[in-house]
């Protein structure tokens, strides 16, 4: 069984650019959720998507936007680059519509904007 | 506004202790809690979890309280371990279907001295 993994680990970007990172999710699982985690704070939910639909969005502007693909791999795509955006992004996988919560989490991609 | 708060950034604790991990929500539609483990470089890890029917549920050396009119859950680990130092979040859902919506506190560091 494999677990989620993510690419890349690390990228430096500019301000103004965009940012696509990416997750394989759990074989077997369906549904995929991003999450932003700010230094020294817990991880930010920013959406979800479950058979290929966005399923539930947090608080983030549509400048961050997502695909899930057939196979459940995802991206998620940031556009216009903000200095706030620096944080890390974390993956997170879970069976079918997952009502318990339980996610499986990948170790993320850290993201610099200078 | 912090849904769920974890109002001890830090705990300190001697090896074969007890460690009490505490946690406040405030959204009274959260029927799922969970607490999630990590360590630097890696994603957040599934430790435990309470559906909002149950007061108490244990696995091994771990477990979580919730106190719904107070609105507070706690998480026990007995006895405490080196290995157990990390980052512990502590995390809710509501509703079937947002189990990957989940909304998370800011976390405690665990340190626990052989």
């Known amino acids: 069984e494999t677990g989620v993994t993510q690419s890349p680990t690390h990228l430096i970007k500019t301000r103004g650019q965009q940012v696509t990172l990416r997750c394989s999710s759990q074989?077997?699982?369906?549904?995929v959720s991003w999450y932003q985690q700010a230094l020294g704070q817990g991880p930010q939910f920013i959406f979800q998507?479950?058979?290929?639909?966005?399923?539930g969005r947090g608080n983030f502007p549509p400048r961050f936007s997502g695909l899930q693909f057939p196979n459940y791999s995802s991206e998620l795509n940031v556009n216009a680059l903000e200095l706030d955006d620096s944080a890390l992004y974390l993956c997170?996988?879970?069976?079918?519509?997952?009502?318990?919560?339980?996610?499986?989490f990948g170790e993320g991609s850290r993201l610099t904007v200078l | 506004d912090q849904q769920v708060k974890q109002n001890s950034p830090s705990l300190s604790v001697q090896e074969g202790r007890i460690s009490i991990l505490n946690c406040d929500y405030t959204?009274?539609?959260?029927?799922?809690f969970l607490w999630y483990k990590k360590y630097p470089a890696e994603g957040p890890t599934f430790l435990i979890s309470?559906?909002?029917?149950?007061d108490k549920n244990e696995d091994g050396r771990f477990t979580v309280f919730l106190n719904k009119s107070a609105k507070h859950l706690s998480l026990h680990i007995v006895p405490s371990q080196p290995g157990d130092s990390a980052v512990y979040f502590c995390?809710?859902?509501?509703?079937?279907?947002?189990?990957?919506?989940?909304?998370f506190g800011q976390g405690t560091e665990l340190s626990v001295k052989p």
């Open positions: 997170a996988s879970g069976a079918g519509g997952s009502y318990t919560g339980e996610l499986f």
């Open positions: 074989s077997g699982h369906n549904t």
């Open positions: 998507y479950y058979r290929e639909e966005e399923n």
């Open positions: 959204n009274s539609m959260f029927d799922y």
């Open positions: 309470i559906s909002s029917i149950k």
């Open positions: 995390a809710a859902s509501a509703g079937r279907g947002q189990g990957g919506k989940l909304i």
